[in-house]
């Protein structure tokens, strides 16, 4: 089975820091495309960036020079540094995989998609 599991969320405050981190375990192949997403009280969840295996990046306007995607693929790890956090900001944020896990026979699945369970991140005074 494959898991993705989030750290690093909290309370800070607006202008503030925080790095959220994003570990994929089990029996995985390989994993492509990883992002992060947020869901803000009240609205659907909205993609806030995500990297390619290469290292390409995307972001969404509204975290665009803030926020910084990065992964470490020799440790399966998803990272997503923020900075300058408005009160707006406050979110759940999941961090997304897609992933292509190894079967109990060794063969390798198709590509599926992995969340993790969330992370609190709050913006507040």
């Known amino acids: 089975q494959v898991q993705l599991v989030e750290s690093g969320g909290g309370l800070v405050q607006p202008g503030g820091s925080l790095r959220l981190s994003c570990a994929a375990s089990?029996?995985?192949?390989?994993?492509?495309?990883m992002s992060w997403y947020r869901q803000a009280p009240g609205k659907e969840l909205e993609l806030v960036a995500s990297?390619?295996?290469?290292?390409?990046?995307n972001y969404d306007d509204s975290v665009e020079g803030r926020f910084t995607i990065s992964r470490d693929n020799a440790n399966n790890m998803l990272y997503l540094e923020m900075n300058n956090l408005k009160p707006e900001g406050t979110a759940v944020f999941y961090c997304?995989?897609?992933?292509?896990?190894?079967?109990?026979?060794?063969?390798?699945?198709?590509?599926?998609?992995?969340w993790g369970q969330g992370a609190q991140v709050t913006v507040s005074s």
């Open positions: 089990g029996s995985i192949s390989n994993i492509n495309t």
């Open positions: 997304n995989g897609k992933i292509r896990g190894i079967t109990g026979w060794g063969k390798a699945t198709s590509l599926n998609n992995y």
């Open positions: 990297i390619v295996s290469s290292g390409a990046t």
